[in-house]
């Protein structure tokens, strides 16, 4: 079996020789640099990895990777796209390949991806990723983008079990070309529920609030918007917005939807928390904090986030527990919260709560 890798860069030189050793079992690795000047190419090179430097203006991710898979020969059994802020973890050929035996007519192997890592170095964000795949695919999008069988190519998958890739980005990176990239991608395709989901959330995290709200309300409109969790999670940040523009009632309401959309996931009873703590509804937090916590199964998406997962829900639930004289369970959250990590005031509020109990 024939095994190649191919990828993308641009100023990765800290990068590169993780990402070469985790790839060593590969049969070839062929890399498209879009324009480093760090040294990124002739490291590469040295490395053993087959290079072409080419600048693409205007640049979007899919014209790049499309340009980079063009490098790799056209024999490979499977190609494996990746980032060089990415490793795969040992046994990956192993894995692949015995998926690959067991399911012989499948163009398509789903991995376990470990996007983000906790303080800790745990797992954060994990999902399955679907970037290894045979001849007869190509890559549509400006950013975000996604590999999709050209026509006449049957897209039949499986889950390679023993396959892992492990994300490690440089967090000083800009994340400026995203939101453009992403408004370039909702004109081309205006009814990707996808892309809106995406281009509603950069809104978010770019503080652009009223614009946030109105794409992420167009997503939720949109016929092919129908995955209950992505639907719960834009409902999410319509609360987070609302909430970051003064409107608790918003705020509540939304993230009220987002849990009638999910209920089996933690991460819309956290931001109904937060709503409520931020307008002093204790009873609700006490409701919705505890109702989150009862969900113990974390589902393997990309919608969830760590923070449903670690310590808030367990903090929010002692402050409510606290604030109805029930100082024994709010130390007993207290506790569980800074089993997480250690927290000032976390520490300051657990004080406070045993010293409670011995007025």
């Known amino acids: 079996m024939k095994i190649y890798v191919y990828a993308i860069c641009k100023n990765e030189s800290k ?29 590469l090179r040295e490395r053993g990895a087959v290079v072409k430097t080419e600048i693409i203006s ?16 056209d024999d490979a059994d499977f190609y494996v796209c990746l980032d060089l802020d990415e490793v795969l973890e040992s046994g990956w050929r192993a894995g692949l390949e015995k998926t690959a035996a067991s399911a012989p007519d499948v163009n398509r192997l789903l991995y376990r991806y470990v996007w983000s890592h906790n303080a800790d170095g745990s797992d954060g964000v994990v999902f399955w990723a679907e970037k290894i795949h045979r001849k007869g695919y190509e890559w549509r999008g400006a950013v975000h983008e996604t590999v999709v069988p050209k026509a006449g190519t049957a897209d039949k998958s499986a889950y390679a079990y023993g396959v892992q890739v492990s994300h490690y980005p440089d967090d000083q990176k800009s994340r400026s070309s995203y939101l453009p ?39 939720l409109a949109l016929p092919s918007a129908v995955w209950a969790d992505e639907r719960a999670a834009s409902m999410r940040y319509i609360s987070k917005c609302y909430a970051r523009l003064g409107n608790s009632k918003e705020s509540v309401s939304w993230a009220l ?80 919260a800074l089993s997480f990590g250690d927290d000032s005031r976390i520490k300051n509020n657990l004080r406070l709560y045993i010293e409670a109990q011995n007025l």
Request: glycine share 6%; aromatic share 12%; hydrophobic share 40%.
């Open 181 to 219: 990239l992403l408004e370039i991608a909702a004109s081309e395709s205006p009814a990707d529920d996808r892309t809106s989901h995406y281009l509603g959330r950069e809104y978010m995290f770019a503080g652009m609030y009223d614009k946030a709200v109105t794409e992420l309300k167009r997503h």
């Open 257 to 336: 939807r987002a849990v009638a959309e999910s209920p089996d996931t933690r991460e819309p009873y956290l931001q109904l928390a937060r709503a409520f703590y931020d307008c002093g509804n204790y009873a609700g937090v006490l409701y919705a904090a505890s109702a989150g916590l009862s969900i113990t199964e974390r589902k393997l998406s990309y919608i969830t986030e760590p923070d449903a997962w670690g310590a808030p829900l367990h903090d929010l639930l002692s402050i409510a527990y606290y604030q109805f004289g029930q100082y024994k369970k709010a130390e007993i959250q207290a506790r569980l």
């Open 15 to 43: 990068f590169v020789n993780r990402f070469m050793d985790s790839v060593a079992d590969a049969d070839g690795v062929y890399v498209l640099d879009t324009g480093s000047t760090d040294g990124s190419a002739e490291m």
């Open 58 to 73: 205007p640049f979007r991710f899919d014209s790049a990777r499309n340009k980079s898979l063009a490098l790799v020969p």
